[in-house]
Each structure stands twice: as structure tokens, then as C-alpha cells.
T-cell receptor, first 116, second 111 residues
Framework: GAVVSQHPSWVICKSGTSVKIECRSLDFQATTMFWYRQFPKQSLMLMATSNEGSKATYEQGVEKDKFLINHASLTLSTLTVTSAHPEDSSFYIC????????????FGPGTRLTVT | QKEVEQDPGPLSVPEGAIVSLNCTYSNSAFQYFMWYRQYSRKGPELLMYTYSSGNKEDGRFTAQVDKSSKYISLFIRDSQPSDSATYLCATVKAAGNKLTFGGGTRVLVKP
């Protein structure tokens, strides 16, 4: 149990275009989902936290107009990177947390974004 | 000083040995503790989580938490080459959302 999927696993896009990444909790309802970014050999950096039906809370320094997060249901959150640039190339990972009272997060397999 | 400290390694052990990993934390507000395993270019996989001091065992894995010393450990018995990965400790404050990670320890299990 507690499986989180991400799609796509790898995407290449041209500079200036937008790309959407989906994160789904497959066998549980996730009241809270998180989006992280990870550069090679570095730790995970939290970008934003989203609760179903609410606006996402972004970490300091993360541009909310560039990284659009939608958490439309208890099993789906999406991250859209708008007007992508080569510096946005990174490994994006989502995670999901069960209902209130649970603190552990279950991570997806990650999405590798390359902007050319 | 980081809130959660973890030796980066690498920690190299022979196959079959016990892998011993640990983290220290500085903030007594941290109440819940997790261990994750991350393979290269993959998302972290939750191995163990515990909400209290003491030991918790699951298969080859044992997690220990000592809140009085602010010290958490993970032991992996009968290590396998497939256990070669980066291990991350993480903690959360009570009623909190965000995970605070240690920097990760790279483990190499040699056949």
C-alpha cells in the first residue's frame, strides 16, 4: 500500500514552453501533497505544500507564477512549469501524506525535466 | 548548524554485515521520525517511521529513537548489494507538515 505515481518520468521541452507533471496517490487519499526539487548529489528541496481544494503554500524563493500547483482531488496534484528555461532542468519529486494524524510522506518516483 | 545532522559517508560494508546509520537533531520540537532509502535518479522510498522513543523492527530493518539524546538510528541486518543507496533520516514537528531531512548517508554493500 501507499503507492504514489508520477507522470511523465522524463520530459524534454524547449525553452519558453510549459510542461505539466502529474502526481497520483494510487491506493490512499492524500489530504496533503508536496512538491520537491532535487539537483544531482544534493538533498531534496521543498518547493510547495498543497491541500486538496486549497491554494498551494510556496516556500520562500519559489516563484508561484512559474510553478503552478493544482490539487484538485484527494488523489491528484499537478505541477506546471510555465515558460521553462534551461535552469529549470532538474529532478522533480512529489510526495503525499495521508489524513491528519499521519506524518510520514510517500514519494513518487520522480520526473526528470530537461529544458533545451 | 543544521537542524538534522547525518554523516555523508560513504559507508562501505561487506555483504551480510550490519549497516548502522544515525542522525542527531537539535530541536526538541521534532516528534516524528522516518528513514528513507533513495536510489540514484529515483524518489525516496519510506523504510520505517516511528512516532515514539524506543525500537521498531520490520524485517531486516530496526529503527531506534532516543528523544532524550536527540539521536535516531537505523540498522540493516544481513545487508545485500541491493541495499547500496543513499539513506535519509527525516523528522517532523508535532502538528507540522514539512519534513526536515538529514543530508543523507551513502552506503555501499560490497559482494
Amino acid at each position: 500500500g501507499a503507492v504514489v505515481s508520477q507522470h511523465p518520468s522524463w520530459v524534454i521541452c524547449k525553452s519558453g514552453t510549459s510542461v505539466k507533471i502529474e502526481c497520483r496517490s494510487l491506493d490512499f487519499q492524500a489530504t496533503t501533497m508536496f512538491w520537491y526539487r532535487q539537483f544531482p548529489k544534493q538533498s531534496l528541496m521543498l518547493m510547495a505544500t498543497s491541500n486538496e481544494g486549497s491554494k498551494a503554500t510556496y516556500e520562500q524563493g519559489v516563484e508561484k507564477d512559474k510553478f503552478l500547483i493544482n490539487h484538485a482531488s484527494l488523489t491528484l496534484s499537478t505541477l506546471t512549469v510555465t515558460s521553462a528555461h534551461p535552469e529549470d532542468s532538474s529532478f522533480y519529486i512529489c510526495s503525499a501524506r495521508r489524513s491528519t494524524g499521519h506524518y510520514e510522506q510517500y514519494f513518487g518516483p520522480g520526473t526528470r525535466l530537461t529544458v533545451t | 548548524q543544521k537542524e538534522v545532522e547525518q554523516d555523508p559517508g560513504p559507508l562501505s560494508v561487506p555483504e551480510g554485515a550490519i549497516v548502522s546509520l544515525n542522525c542527531t537533531y537539535s530541536n526538541s520540537a521534532f516528534q516524528y521520525f522516518m528513514w528513507y532509502r533513495q536510489y540514484s535518479r529515483k524518489g525516496p522510498e519510506l523504510l520505517m517511521y516511528t512516532y515514539s522513543s524506543g525500537n521498531k523492527e520490520d524485517g531486516r530493518f530496526t529503527a531506534q529513537v532516543d528523544k532524550s539524546s536527540k539521536y535516531i538510528s537505523l540498522f540493516i541486518r544481513d545487508s545485500q548489494p541491493s541495499d547500496s543507496a543513499t539513506y535519509l533520516c527525516a523528522t517532523v514537528k508535532a502538528a507540522g507538515n514539512k519534513l526536515t531531512f538529514g543530508g543523507g548517508t551513502r552506503v555501499l554493500v560490497k559482494p
